[in-house]
């Protein structure tokens, strides 16, 4: 809500209402029957008119000034904005084998590389308010678990249900991408994206993963690759044959060059993430290339609300005059 005065200037009116007020009580401006002692009168008792007797100061002092905050007209106005952007529509293919519980991308011993990817996925949601995002889960097969949506509440709780072992294990990247860009197919939007992330090399699935991205490229989807894992070995937690756990160190190749000609080929970029530092600065970099010029048009309507002081302040004066008229009018002052 925004307040304004249409005729600010006669708020300078307001500096004349004390010498008003100071005419209004001043006896020297009021005619007078001069006694030769009113040592009598002054003993009597006051009455009850004589105590409210300054109320008739007050509701006049009160109705002017209404009058003269009206004559100011002030107008309230509610300010209403359009915003003109190009949309973007936005598939996040996250890998969920069981290569994704290497420990690597975190100091903390109990957070696994999946665990620390949603996190950061997370983030990436919450930056893209304006944006209809889509989620697609993949091991040896892919899994929808959200469709493009601007519901990014619900978009994130299906985010943190992700979990390694609840698809058959394997890397299918080419099956993954290829159903992450039929979930794009239809979309009228002014750009398409897959951010597909892994952490292997693709060893299965129904397509193969450049000929995912001859599909990609064919209906104008740009997809970005993030390589994720440390290089060389690292931590893997394993149980032994008692049920104990532990870890042990395991190599975990990524495919870089694979993934390299896949976001080439669709005009995106690859990205390597060895650590949670590096993948939030990837998820940030394409936040920033993934951005699109708004046009911001502001408009306020305002409405008058002048009337509503004038009334009240005729209203007071009005009050006042009858008030006057009657005992309150009619005692010494």
Do not use: C
């Amino acid at each position: 809500m925004i307040l304004r005065f249409a005729h600010p200037w006669f708020l300078l009116l307001l500096l004349v209402v004390p010498l008003w007020l100071w005419v209004r009580i001043s006896t020297r401006f009021r005619s007078a029957l001069h006694f030769p002692s009113l040592a009598k009168l002054k003993a009597l008792p006051v009455s009850k008119a004589r105590r409210f007797h300054p109320l008739l100061h007050v509701l006049a002092i009160l109705g002017l000034m209404l009058l003269i905050v009206g004559l100011a007209r002030p107008q309230s106005g509610l300010r209403q904005r359009t915003v003109t952007s190009e949309t973007i529509d936005i598939v996040l293919a996250i890998d969920t084998s069981t290569s994704m519980n290497a420990i690597d991308f975190s100091e903390d011993e109990e957070k696994n590389r999946l665990e620390v990817v949603i996190e950061v996925a997370e983030d990436f949601i919450e930056a893209r308010e304006a944006d209809r995002i889509g989620l697609i889960a993949f091991a040896a097969m892919p899994y929808t678990k959200s469709p493009l949506t601007l519901d990014h509440a619900w978009l994130g709780d299906r985010l943190r249900e992700l979990k390694t072992g609840e698809l058959p294990d394997g890397t299918a990247i080419g099956s993954a991408l290829a159903s992450s860009v039929n979930r794009l197919r239809a979309s009228e939007a002014e750009s398409k994206v897959v951010i597909l992330l892994t952490d292997g090399i693709s060893n299965t699935g129904d397509m193969d993963p450049l000929s995912a991205a001859a599909l990609a490229k064919e209906v104008g989807v740009r997809v970005y690759t993030i390589g994720a894992g440390a290089e060389g070995p690292v931590r893997f937690p394993v149980q032994d044959m008692f049920g104990r756990s532990g870890y042990r160190q395991v190599e975990i190749p990524i495919d870089a060059e694979a993934l390299t000609r896949i976001a080439e080929t669709t005009g995106g970029r690859f990205f390597r993430a060895r650590d949670n530092d590096e993948l939030e600065n990837v998820f940030s970099e394409i936040d920033e290339l993934e951005r699109t010029e708004i046009d911001l048009t502001e408009y306020t309507l305002y409405s008058e609300q002048f009337h509503w002081l004038v009334a009240g302040g005729l209203g007071l004066f009005l009050l006042e005059r009858i008030l006057a008229a009657g005992r309150l009018g009619r005692v010494l002052s």
